[in-house]
């Protein structure tokens, strides 16, 4: 039998900040279990479905009657002033906020880069970016150190500028651009960045186009000149998407699994007498920090029914990937940090046709740096208690402000 919820909304309005860095919200457990589909209140005065357990996670993101376009009316989103929501919307969509067929044509061609065995080719100059910024820490001599910036920053700004041939000497303006565009604070800063973003890549094509080099961008351009059609407002919605989420997230993630790791030292002390547990390590940690936790939104584009409650088309859905990968029904003790856990099946890259592109490379990189940090700097440590550390709790990507380290 299908039901709706009590007509009252729950007792969650998003954004919610995380009351422990490892842990989520209060309300997300509560919910979870009273009510795992739930309607909740947006700060931006709108209403929309919580989805939190993950089956019924799972079944949302692969249902294709769940739209992605954020140009449809109904789709949640939360963070963003009716101005903001216009300027996007005017903006052609990037390849997240695409559905079916179109989504597919723009996806496909892309896929190729993200292979593991294309990627392996770059595992030695992951290696050397790494070694590069670790020699750099070493060579300082001052202590205690910023690992936001001395590493997790940089190493995934200068793989990600190489893959798409991006000039690395830009770097500090598309990671400040980037930091107001996932910012929840102002309004304005965050209208000019997505702005400027777009103007710089509208730039950057333009030059490619001219001289496409032997990369991710120069090839996507010889390949649609051979096609006979090439898509200048397609390399740029494609180049914008990449760059944005290629170094943001993991470079929150590098950060966030240094501290998890220092912060459970019998679960570092696994990867420390045996590298070959980094990878189940690296998927632990994603799912624990779940960086990304309601980006997975949806909007209903038919009446769907999902775990016995019916949800009319137009209506908006919010996927908590972080309560459902703490879900105890997916993941025994889900609140432990278990590196051996085997939690491959988590939903910190989503789920279905939209999810992350570049999850192989981020798992890479996040494999070479905490088995190269551990192994060079053997006794690196928080410099500052957990506690003490600055949250970005006012951001759409999770993570640490700073990462005070010492050896």
């Known amino acids: 039998m299908t039901k709706r919820v009590a007509s009252e909304l729950a007792d969650l309005e998003l954004p919610v900040e995380r009351g422990c860095p490892f842990a989520p919200p209060a309300a997300y457990e509560r919910l979870r279990e009273q009510a795992p589909i739930s309607k909740i209140r947006l700060t931006s005065g709108g209403e929309a479905w919580w989805v939190s357990r993950q089956d019924e996670a799972r079944a949302v993101l692969a249902d294709p009657r769940f739209s992605s376009d954020r140009r449809n009316d109904g789709y949640p989103l939360f963070n963003l002033d009716p101005a ?157 998407l990449l760059l944005t989420a290629g170094h943001e997230t993991t470079a929150n993630m590098i950060s966030l699994g240094v501290l998890g790791l220092l912060t459970h030292p019998d679960q570092l002390a696994l990867i ?79 789920f279905g046709p939209h999810q992350c592109l570049g999850q192989n490379l981020a798992r890479m990189e996040l494999q070479i740096v905490f088995d190269t940090l551990f192994r060079r700097i053997p006794t690196l440590r928080l410099a500052v208690p957990a506690e003490d550390l600055p949250f970005k709790n006012d951001a759409v990507v999770y993570g640490a402000h700073e990462l005070p380290v010492t050896w």
């Open 84 to 240: 903001t929501l216009q300027l996007q919307r005017s903006q052609p969509p990037v390849m997240l906020g695409m559905d079916g067929a179109e989504h597919a044509a723009a996806r496909r061609p892309v896929v190729g880069e993200f292979t593991v065995k294309r990627l392996a080719a770059l595992r030695p100059r992951i290696q050397d970016i790494v070694d590069h910024f670790i020699d750099d820490m070493l060579a300082t001599g001052q202590h205690p150190i910023d690992l936001v910036q001395a590493l997790s920053l940089p190493v995934p700004s200068l793989v990600i500028c190489e893959l798409l041939g991006v000039p690395y000497t830009d770097h500090d303006f598309f990671q400040s651009r980037t930091t107001m565009m996932v910012s929840l604070t102002s309004l304005e800063d965050r209208r000019r960045a997505f702005a400027e973003l777009r103007a710089y890549f509208d730039d950057l094509v333009t030059r490619k186009e001219s001289e496409p080099g032997d990369d991710l961008l120069g090839r996507q351009i010889a390949r649609q000149r051979q096609e006979g059609a090439l898509d200048h407002t397609g390399l740029v919605s494609l180049a914008f």
């Open 272 to 350: 420390k007498s045996e590298p070959g547990r980094t990878p189940g390590a690296v998927e632990e940690l994603l799912r624990y920090f779940t960086i990304t936790d309601t980006v997975t939104a949806r909007v209903a584009t038919e009446d769907v029914q999902i775990g016995g409650v019916s949800i009319r088309a137009g209506e908006g859905v919010i996927v908590s990937a972080l309560s459902a990968n703490r879900d105890p029904a997916a993941f025994k003790d889900p609140g432990e940090l278990d590196i051996e856990r085997g939690a491959r099946h988590h939903l910190a890259f989503g």
